[in-house]
């Protein structure tokens, strides 16, 4: 008996019966069925709305401390297999780039392809000019003269005419990669069975092997030829 007076008192809780107080034994009623889902909507709508904002004070408070939080200057890798994965990796820290995007291709990659991928490697390039991050394309002639006409074009419409955009063509360049903000490089691996397919992506966070990188990056970019796409 006790047990169902708790479940009687549960539901009074939530408004969904009456009690009368006065009689002994205690007696209820329920309210009107459409009463009483109007008032658990009600109440259901409540507690989501509380732990919403509950949420959202945990996620202002993470964002506070780790906008505090000192920066790690350790070395850090992470991997991606396979091209789904390796596309997903490649516009994720494409989108973290703050400052400057290097992109450097011995072979025809993702960025130069038509399939969902490339396009979205392409938008995520637009997205970083349109926050003010610089970007440099780095191809061997080959390269350029095996790339369809709708590249080009696509180029042409959503990348070439943005400040800070500039693509420039070197004999001297014998790996595929992204170096990001100086301290980032993503390392593609290509598929051994399949030249233009990625087999594997290695992000290296480590500021000492980013600005070596770097270096060499610069060297070939101002022997290199300025290119029209």
Not at 26 to 31: S, T
Not at 148 to 173: D, I, K, M
Request: proline letters at 5%; a negative charge.
């Amino acid at each position: 008996m006790g047990r169902i007076y708790d479940v009687l008192n549960s539901l009074e809780t939530y408004n969904l019966v009456r009690s009368q107080t006065a009689s002994r034994p205690k007696k209820y009623v329920a309210v009107e069925p459409e009463t009483a889902l109007d008032r658990l909507l009600a109440d259901k709508r409540r507690e989501l709305e509380e732990k919403a904002a509950q949420y959202e004070e945990i996620v202002d408070d993470l964002a506070e401390d780790l906008e505090t939080a000192e920066p790690v200057d350790e070395p850090f890798w992470t991997a991606a297999l396979g091209p789904e994965e390796t596309g997903d990796l490649l516009v994720e820290r494409l989108a973290a780039a703050e400052d400057r995007i290097v992109v450097v291709a011995a072979a025809s990659t993702r960025p130069f392809d038509l399939d969902e991928v490339g396009t979205r490697v392409t938008e995520e390039l637009e997205a970083a000019l349109e926050r003010g991050v610089t970007v440099a394309v780095l191809l061997r002639p080959d390269i350029v003269e095996d790339l369809p006409a709708a590249v080009g074009e696509r180029y042409r419409e959503h990348l070439q005419a943005r400040p800070g955009f500039e693509v420039r063509t070197s004999e001297n360049v014998s790996g595929t990669f992204e170096l990001l903000d100086d301290t980032e490089v993503c390392i593609e691996v290509p598929n051994p069975l399949d030249g233009g397919e990625t087999l594997a992506m290695i992000d290296l966070k480590d500021r000492d092997f980013a600005e070596s990188v770097e270096g060499a990056f610069d060297e070939r970019w101002a022997e290199a030829t300025p290119l029209e796409l």
